[in-house]
């Protein structure tokens, strides 16, 4: 492979100085600003997060990296990370089912997902600089990652399927970067037949989830990608946003030998 080719397909940094310009997705601890709250509180809690995975020394692509927050604490453990999002604000696609809706509020609409996401990407690189990351950054399509940035030992896709529209097309891509193991955290509901739900309603449509999926459905398809469930653990997490805790569940699969 062309090195040349292969080093463009990863971001270059940003140089990021002030709070102001970021939006966080996780709380964080950073030097010279102390402890920066975001969405989701995960500190101190990693290894159940990661469903005690052990990532010291080995290659881990971390799906979804938002403000990157797993990211760093993954290289923490030794881990040489790379983070992928979004490119831009047309690949991020919230539920939106009215069919008239005006032009202006269309605009308006998508100028303020490219705002949080332009937020979302400087927070991650105030952090990255601040913390003297090593992590390498690509954004693009999550349904088609550059085949380029290579096989990975972990692929952890965190909270990142129940925002979109097509779940298993996203997780199907990311489990072909995996070589070993595959971590996923989402809410989860326990059925054992392979199940889809639709978080939207007629009364509440504009949130930003789109489905959530049952342990069956999780295990049925990543059998089908070759992977088998060596651990299922659900814990509740303090979600800032909403003001209470949430229960995620981290499933961790393995590649079968003969996948």
């Not at 991020?92 to 949080?116: G, W």
């Not at 990142?160 to 891509?173: F, K, N």
């Amino acid at each position: 492979m062309n090195n040349t080719w292969a080093e463009s397909i990863y971001a270059t940094s940003r140089q990021v100085k002030s709070l102001e310009e970021c939006w966080f997705y996780h709380s964080i601890d950073l030097p010279g600003f102390g402890t920066v709250h975001g969405g989701w509180d995960l500190r101190g809690r990693i290894d159940d997060y990661l469903g005690y995975v052990d990532v010291s020394g080995k290659r881990v692509l971390d799906v979804g990296t938002a403000s990157g927050f797993l990211t760093f604490e993954m290289e923490k453990k030794g881990a040489q990370v790379v983070s992928f999002d979004a490119d831009n604000e047309y690949q991020i696609q919230y539920p939106r089912f009215k069919r008239h809706v005006t032009e202006q509020d269309a605009k308006q609409r998508l100028q303020s997902i490219r705002n949080n996401l332009e937020k979302m990407k400087n927070s991650y690189w105030l952090s990255h600089r601040l913390l003297n990351s090593n992590a390498k950054v690509v954004y693009g399509d999550i349904y088609r990652m550059p085949e380029q940035i290579g096989l990975f030992d972990v692929v952890l896709v965190s909270q990142i399927l129940v925002h979109l529209r097509d779940p298993l097309g996203a997780l199907i891509q990311a489990g072909e970067f995996s070589s070993d193991v595959l971590v996923i955290t989402e809410g989860v509901f326990s059925n054992d037949t392979p199940l889809q739900k639709l978080i939207p309603c007629s009364d509440n449509e504009l949130g930003r989830g789109w489905w959530i999926m049952s342990t069956g459905l999780y295990r049925e398809a990543l059998g089908l990608m070759g992977f088998e469930i060596t651990s299922l653990s659900t814990n509740s997490y303090d979600c800032r946003t909403r003001k209470r805790n949430i229960n995620v569940t981290t499933i961790v699969a393995k590649r079968k030998k003969d996948s």
